[in-house]
């Protein structure tokens, strides 16, 4: 009797010990955390769903920057020919969706996060914007932006 016993405490142990632990993996908001540099903007302009433009962008340079902290503000950077011009901003992250607000007025636009890891971070923006030759049309841009850090 006292053998049964035994053996089933040890089947149960064995069993216990034997389950695989899953560690649950960093959310986006861990991995965006961090100094993103500009690598590529892709942008694609479009009026009534028809592509008017397209306009591709890999020349940047150190100035050209995002970065992200853990308490949900950050920082923007792009050269100009001033100088590099740096603008504040708060974010939020659900799911692969991040919003960026710019400023009490702005509602932050929807973007989403194609891919991150902790060399590379690839966004997927879609925003309605007033067409550059006449401003009383609204138009959709598409923008696709690449950063490593």
């Known amino acids: 009797m006292k053998y049964k016993y035994l053996l089933l405490i040890g089947f149960f142990t064995v069993c216990l010990y034997s389950c695989k ?23 694609v302009l ?11 962008q890999t020349n940047f340079t150190n100035d050209d920057f995002i970065e992200y902290y853990n308490d949900g503000s950050g920082y923007y950077s792009k050269s100009t020919n001033q100088g590099p011009s740096l603008s504040e901003f708060t974010y939020t992250i659900s799911g692969s969706t991040l919003t960026q607000f710019t400023g009490v007025e702005n509602s932050g636009i ?25 401003p009383t ?5 598409i923008d696709d932006l690449t950063y490593s850090k």
Do not use: R
């Open 21 to 43: 632990k899953e560690t649950p993996a960093p959310g986006n908001g861990a991995l965006i955390v961090g100094k993103w540099y500009s690598v590529k903007l892709v942008s």
């Open 46 to 56: 479009y009026q009534n769903n028809k592509e008017i433009s397209t306009f591709t």
């Open 110 to 134: 929807p973007e989403t996060i194609k891919s991150v890891t902790s060399t590379g971070l690839s966004v997927h923006v879609v925003q309605s914007v007033s067409d550059p030759n006449d």
């Open 137 to 141: 049309v609204t138009d959709t841009e």
